[in-house]
C-alpha cells in the first residue's frame, strides 16, 4: 500500500476513535447534565397547622324575686323559696305558693338541659305534695299557668324521673341567657300531722349542650 494512502487512512481511524470518544464524552456529560438538572428542580414546600383549645366558662344562677340572680350551688345554701302563704300554719286543704327561676349567666359559652331532682328532706314532710308549673312570666299564685313539669299530686319528698327543661345562653358574652320561670304549688293533705315540719329541696342541675 502506498505510505500516504496509508497515512491518510491511520490518521481517518483516529479521527474516527477521536470522535467516538468525544461523543462518548459528551454523551456523559449530557447525561450528568440531565441528574444536575432534576436535582436542581426538586421545590420544597411546607404548610403547618395549630389548634389553641380553651375551656368555655359555665353558670347557673337562680333568683326567688325575678331579678337578682345568684349562685346557691349547694344544698347548704339553697335559696328559700317565698311562699305567698306561711308555709308553718297550714291546715288540710291549704295550698302554698313560691316563684324561682334560674338563668346561665353572662359569659357562659353554652346552652344547657336543666335536670330537676329532690336533693334532700329534713324532719316530716308526709301528706304534702306539688305541681312544678313553667310559666312565661315571673310569678306564683293560684291562678299561675305554664307548661306542667311536675303533675300536681306528686310527693313532695320527690320529682318524677327526666323533668328536664332547656336555657339558652346569652346572645353576646356580656348579657346573661333567658331566664325560666318556676312556680311551686304546694298542697297539704288530708291526714297531714298537726306539728309537724319538715323541709324539701330540689336540686336543678344544669349541663352543657
Known amino acids: 500500500m502506498d505510505e500516504k494512502i496509508s497515512d491518510t487512512v491511520a490518521t481517518s481511524q483516529?479521527?474516527?476513535q477521536r470522535s467516538r470518544k468525544i461523543r462518548a464524552i459528551l454523551a456523559g456529560g449530557l447525561v450528568l447534565g440531565v441528574g444536575a438538572a432534576i436535582t436542581l428542580a426538586a421545590w420544597n414546600d411546607s404548610e403547618f397547622a395549630q389548634g389553641t383549645f380553651s375551656a368555655g366558662t359555665f353558670n347557673l344562677v337562680g333568683s326567688t324575686d325575678g331579678t337578682t340572680y345568684t349562685e346557691h350551688a349547694t344544698a347548704g345554701a339553697a335559696a328559700t323559696l317565698p311562699f305567698t302563704v306561711n308555709p308553718t300554719e297550714l291546715s288540710p286543704?291549704?295550698?302554698?305558693?313560691?316563684?324561682?327561676?334560674?338563668?346561665l349567666a353572662a359569659a357562659?359559652?353554652?346552652d344547657a338541659v336543666v335536670t330537676i331532682s329532690n336533693e334532700a328532706t329534713t324532719g316530716v314532710v308526709t301528706n304534702l305534695t306539688y305541681t312544678l308549673i313553667q310559666p312565661t312570666t315571673f310569678g306564683c299564685t293560684s291562678a299561675t299557668t305554664g307548661t306542667e313539669l311536675v303533675a300536681a299530686g306528686t310527693a313532695v319528698s320527690s320529682v318524677p324521673a327526666a323533668t328536664?327543661?332547656?336555657l339558652t345562653k346569652g346572645a353576646t358574652a356580656a348579657v346573661a341567657g333567658a331566664p325560666v320561670f318556676l312556680c311551686f304549688k304546694v298542697t297539704a293533705g288530708a291526714l297531714i300531722a298537726q306539728g309537724q315540719s319538715g323541709t324539701a329541696t330540689w336540686?336543678?342541675?344544669a349541663v352543657s349542650q
Open 164 to 166: 328536664t327543661f332547656s
Open 93 to 103: 286543704g291549704d295550698v302554698v305558693y313560691a316563684p324561682f327561676a334560674v338563668q
Open 14 to 16: 483516529t479521527r474516527s
Open 108 to 110: 357562659t359559652t353554652d
Open 203 to 205: 336540686e336543678f342541675a
